[in-house]
């Protein structure tokens, strides 16, 4: 059972680490945004998205394993608890909405790379400025708040 917390403290602290590069990417976007007519700072600013959506990466794989672990760890460690059987729709929620935070992810991502090849951000009804980039940027706030909701309350 020691194996179990240990396992699912680490998925823990690693999604904590992949969220804040989720959180934090868009906002990146948001200060390259509003500062045109200013090369050396957006600069720092895309080298700094780079280097986070990279390591947003790592972490996102490792959380991964680690979840893995957690829901199929009962076939390899003794004693080892198992989330399959019984009530797991919310499983299948939390899995639907982690997608869903991914894609955004990789989306905002996408934009960084955009931009190091000489492309705008995304303009037009869609996004038009850094205030809609401040509304992309809350999403997956929002998504992790039923995550959490679905993980705690197991409600279905």
Do not use: C
Request: hydrophobic content about 60%; glycine content about 10%.
């Amino acid at each position: 059972m020691q194996a179990y917390f240990w396992v699912k403290t680490f998925h823990l602290l690693f999604v904590i680490a992949w969220m804040a590069a989720v959180f934090y990417l868009p906002r990146i976007l948001v200060n390259i945004a509003e500062s045109k007519g200013q090369p050396d700072v957006q600069a720092r600013l895309e080298l700094m998205g780079r280097r986070l959506y990279r390591f947003g990466h790592v972490m996102f794989g490792i959380a991964v394993i680690f979840g893995l672990v957690l829901w199929l760890g009962y076939h390899f460690i003794p004693d080892f608890p198992t989330m399959v059987g019984g009530r797991a729709g919310w499983l299948h929620a939390k899995l639907g909405l982690v997608v869903l935070i991914l894609a955004h992810f990789i989306v905002t991502g996408r934009w960084l790379k955009g931009l190091a090849r000489g492309k705008a951000l995304p303009s037009g009804k869609a996004l038009p400025s850094g205030k809609a980039l401040r509304w992309f940027n809350e999403v997956p706030v929002v998504l992790l708040v039923v995550i959490v909701y679905l993980v705690l309350a197991k409600p279905f």
